[in-house]
């Protein structure tokens, strides 16, 4: 079967089965819960649902510490329960894609805990060990002030074991030919049950030579090739979204000359950037991002975004930059994480600014690639900071004004959903804002909608415009005959910007706003005379009845 991309023009929603819905009242999320749910999602015009870990784990990692591949958590329910689940999904048109963590596994999993107890063990080599304590082993340190090292002492097996992350998920030797063909065994499990597709945990770290004499890092590109010729021998629709990090003068060597390796990948680079843009007002490093990260495969996509389930990571801009996000968004210590980054979700960090919102969700939505949205941004939720680490964002769905924002009918669930104030439940929740036509979750519908009959956006190629003022960004796609131009500003006062379209065909002196009545008709100069209120943003599409004709010969 041929892959036919459809992650070039999805709409991706990331949840945690966990935290979602709880159907059964014992506090936790889980997939009947997520079923009753499904109708919503397909209303609000996501395509894809991204799963974050679901399968058994001592859960000291939120499940990305797995103890077993091959199932479902009891918590969640069973591997029935995830197979009626995508069922569901596809018969509502809706695709699924999990998380594939095997970086590591936890030090709970059998074939761990085989591999320290028996040096005969045919998984002793599955893991990577040191007879010696090797040098700087503080080196590499993902979570600095948390981890205090990439290796550690196993009493049980008399060794050291490299773990990238803690201690208690020690890294698989991935170039080890038996983890590798497991991997495999691994997507085609869950391929099996309906999944199109895997978001790859840190793929830089799958891919890296590991062991105590490595030096520096060295990445095995092959490896990824290997994966995506495998999935499109057992299924030519499913792929794989890396999260790398990486600078864009090795984007090419995920992705391949071809596109062979990695279909997708999130736009870190993108991301770091817009929020120095929304920090600052200025746009030229977003500019510069845009155009560093532009050439890619014609197969291969970005998935673009704001915030996820980690720390919002700014370790890629300058000291500079990146304290001037600090101060915008994380001014408070217990803001911020690891030195580089921020554990907020959006709303807060923007204030609860309506207009500030709009417009960062009107950018990431008209950014080139595929749209992710991470649950509960939808309605503008919050954040819980006196949670540890990561969990601030990490809190159940507010459904409604119930207790416990009608997540669940358990008394004392184990993660409380945010209570009082001006992000708890009990005045952001989907009940509210469904009744609402002026809601953010109406609004966003709305847009998403739109996102969707804009295929431009995905498929075609871009320029970011020229503008009188550096705080607007006008950025136009192409593809098939058809144009579409999307204007940001991000100042905090209403502005007058002029710039040319770039277009030079019949009509195309004329700016349709899909959005409202207020369209742009060209000046003698060619240019066009645009008045943005604070924070304002237009979509237009090029071309009068001109376009409407060039459409219909498509």
Known sequence: MLNDLWYKNAIIYCLSVGTFLDANGDGVGDFQGLMRRLDYLQGLGV?????????????????????????VDPKYGTLGDFAEFTHACGERGLRVIIDLVVNHTSDEHPWFKSARSDPGSKYRDWYVWSDRKPSKVDDGVVFPGVQKSTWTFDKHARRWYFHRFYEFQPDLDTANPYVHAELLKIMGFWIQLGVSGFRMDAVPFVIAAKGAKVRGHVEQYTMLRAFREFLQWREGNVIVLGEANVLPD????????????????FNFQLNQNTFYTLATGDTKPLKKALLATKPRPATAQWGVFLRNHDELDLGRL?????????????????MQLYGRGIRRRLAPMLSGDRRRLELAYSLMLTLPGTPVIRYGDEIGMGDDLRRPERESTRTPMQWSAEPHGGFTKHPKPPVPAISGGAYGFQRVNVANQRRDPDSFLNWTERVIRMRREM??????????????????????????????????????????????SGCNGPGDERLINVLSDDHSQAGGDGRHTVVLEPYGYRWYRVGGLDYLLRRAEI
């Open 455 to 500: 295929p431009e956006i995905s498929w075609g190629d871009f320029e970011a415009l020229r503008t009188s003022r550096n705080d607007v960004l006008a950025l136009r796609y192409d593809w098939r005959n058809s144009s579409v131009l999307c204007v940001h500003n991000f100042g905090a006062k209403t502005c007058t910007v002029k710039f040319h």
């Open 318 to 334: 300058t000291p500079e930059a990146r304290e001037a996000v600090f101060a915008a968004f994380a001014p408070e210590p217990d």
């Open 250 to 265: 090795t984007d090419f060597e995920y992705f391949g000359d071809a596109g062979e390796r990695l279909p997708m990948m």
């Open 47 to 71: 395509t894809t649902i991204w799963l974050m870990p679901f399968q058994p784990s001592p859960g000291r990692d939120n499940g990305y510490d797995i103890s077993d591949y091959y199932n």
